[in-house]
């Protein structure tokens, strides 16, 4: 699986991005679909992640109630609507698809696409 994400930006104090990433290149609605970031200086960490159908979705409590994950399984797309952001949401996020839907992990995906900078001013 190919995975291009996009939608990126600089983003003031409590505005709202969203990000997208397109697949391509396998049967997409056979992946879990992961959202991780990483700060500069810091470890990658989970953000959300959704199922094959997108019955299941989780997040990373830091994210709770101010980002939703979504799919469209017709576009080979996932994506990551971001509002309230913050400060320290300020990371470069990466899309990533497993044949496994795991809550919480940051490592182990078996596709990872190449990351979009999230700039948020305070």
């Known amino acids: 699986v190919q995975l291009q994400a996009c939608g990126g930006g600089l983003v003031q104090a409590g505005g709202s991005l969203r990000l997208s990433c397109a697949a391509s290149g396998r049967t997409f609605s056979n992946y879990a679909m992961g959202w991780l970031r990483q700060a500069p200086g810091k470890e990658r960490e989970f953000v959300a992640v959704i199922s094959w159908g997108g019955g299941r979705t989780a997040y990373a409590d830091s994210v709770k109630g101010r980002f939703t994950i979504s799919r469209d399984n017709a576009k080979n797309t996932v994506y990551l609507q971001m509002n309230s952001l913050k400060a320290e949401d300020t990371a470069v996020y990466y899309c990533?698809?497993?044949?496994?839907?795991?809550?919480?992990?940051?490592?182990?995906?078996?596709?990872w696409g190449q990351g979009t900078l999230v700039t948020v001013s305070s």
């Open positions: 990533a698809a497993d044949r496994t839907y795991y809550s919480g992990r940051s490592s182990g995906y078996e596709y």
